[in-house]
């Protein structure tokens, strides 16, 4: 299964959500996945690392536009590197090339790539791992503040998961997280 994780590029080595994010690639790579990333820094790395420690397979969407501003390549954990022009072409190939997403914290960045997925890939859930974050609120807000937006029942296309297990087990056995106790809509 391909799985895109989208989250912040803020996260660095040792803090929380950095490490979070390490455990996630390290238990999409265990399930022998594919993972496509944003290819860069903080969770995009981290995830990276731990998919790649784990012996899956790491592609990195990278573009021009984002290498302009913030000088740098791939992180040393990507085996295959996608590169576009645009953040629109990058974005979208993240979301047209995957099976699955995850969404982990991070800014208003993060937050576009999630309503770009949904609107865009309703056909199945992307899961948002809002633990110990403030994606939990901003999420959480958005989809109260727009609901009126949204066509009926389309909140049941996100799957909100306490920590990156819950998160990991919906992409793998969607049937079974509905029943659990860490999942939330």
């Known amino acids: 299964m ?3 994780v989208f989250g912040g590029s803020e996260p660095r080595p040792g803090d929380a959500a ?11 790579g265990a399930d022998h996945h594919t993972v496509l990333t944003g290819g860069y820094i903080g969770t995009m790395e981290a995830v990276s690392r731990g998919v790649a420690e784990a012996g899956g397979h790491v592609i990195g969407v990278t573009c021009a536009e984002i290498e302009a501003w913030r000088p ?5 954990w990507v085996q295959e590197e996608v590169r576009f022009e645009t953040l629109r ?4 190939s993240l979301i047209d090339q995957c099976d699955a997403a995850l969404v982990l914290p991070g800014g208003i960045g993060t937050l ?3 309503a770009a997925m949904w609107s865009h890939r309703e056909h199945f859930p992307p ?15 958005f989809l109260s503040s727009f609901r009126c937006l949204c066509p009926r029942g389309s909140s049941k296309f996100v799957v909100f998961c306490c920590g990156h297990l819950p ?10 997280i509905n029943q659990s106790s860490h999942a939330r809509r």
């Open 89 to 92: 072409e990058r974005l979208y």
């Open 72 to 76: 740098g390549g791939p992180n040393r």
């Open 167 to 176: 998160g990991v087990c919906h992409v793998n056995h969607p049937w079974r």
């Open 2 to 4: 391909r799985i895109t």
């Open 127 to 141: 899961s948002i791992d809002p633990d110990r974050s403030r994606m939990a609120r901003c999420s959480g807000g």
């Open 18 to 28: 950095y490490e979070a994010a390490y455990q996630l690639g390290r238990l999409i």
């Open 112 to 114: 576009a790539e999630l």
